[in-house]
């Protein structure tokens, strides 16, 4: 199946700081891509769809300009997270789609732990 | 709206014990059905999938089948192994791109 590739997979930082995850599709082209967060022993919660070339859209309680996601090309994504809290610490995932309707693949994940 | 719900767990079986995971949805057209799992630190992966009723996904002794009368695609396997401890997510995805998944069932199998 298509790969995708989610860097970095474990980061620690500081309090204030930010941290930038890449999620690449190294053998499709992915018109949207999808961030979700995940909380230990709990589903997927959707925060934003990302569509190459324009604005994300943001869930319904995720705060955007807290969560920058940028969309820049058909194989990358990035998302932001500035001025991290220790409450962001959490397991984020993206993952990607080549058209509507198809499946969806994973990144495999990055574990943020904020200090 | 479109929705997943999903058998609660943790489950925990015996090796070579017969695993059901149920897993009904609520949708508003046809979608296509999903099971993904995800091994411990790790993202989710492709199990199996259905496009169509009456279809049955199948993958590594896993399968499902796409029931549009009782709306459910339940996960079973024959005779579960210690490597399949897992998470593991019913999803459906409609129309757009999005993705529905259930809360997850969290599957032990013990030797």
């Known amino acids: 199946g298509a790969v995708v590739s989610q860097h970095p997979s474990r980061v620690i930082c500081k309090s204030g700081t930010s941290v930038k995850i890449e999620c690449r599709s190294l053998d499709f082209q992915a018109t949207t891509m999808f961030w979700y967060r995940q909380f230990p022993k709990q589903s997927l919660m959707l925060m934003a769809t990302?569509?190459?070339?324009?604005?994300?859209?943001?869930e319904q309680g995720v705060e955007k300009d807290k969560f920058l996601i940028n969309h820049a090309s058909l194989t990358l994504s990035t998302l932001t997270v500035t001025s991290a809290h220790p409450e962001d610490s959490s397991f984020y995932i993206c993952?990607?789609?080549?058209?509507?309707?198809?499946?969806?693949?994973f990144g495999q994940g990055t574990r943020l732990t904020v200090v | 709206g479109d929705s997943v719900t999903q058998m609660e767990g943790p489950v925990t079986l015996s090796e070579e014990a017969f695993l059901t995971i149920n897993c009904t949805y609520t949708?508003?057209?046809?979608?296509?059905l999903f099971w993904y799992v995800q091994y411990p630190g790790e993202g989710l992966q492709l199990l199996l999938k259905a496009t169509k009723a009456d279809d049955k996904g199948s993958n590594k002794g896993f399968e499902a089948t796409y029931r549009k009368e009782t709306t459910s695609f339940h996960l079973e396997k024959g005779s579960v192994q210690v490597s399949d401890s897992a998470v593991y997510f019913c999803a459906l995805v409609w129309g757009g791109n999005q993705f529905y998944f259930g809360t997850g069932t969290s599957l032990t199998v013990i030797p």
């Open positions: 990302s569509n190459e070339g324009s604005k994300a859209t943001y």
């Open positions: 949708a508003t057209g046809y979608p296509s």
């Open positions: 993952s990607a789609q080549a058209g509507s309707g198809t499946e969806a693949f």
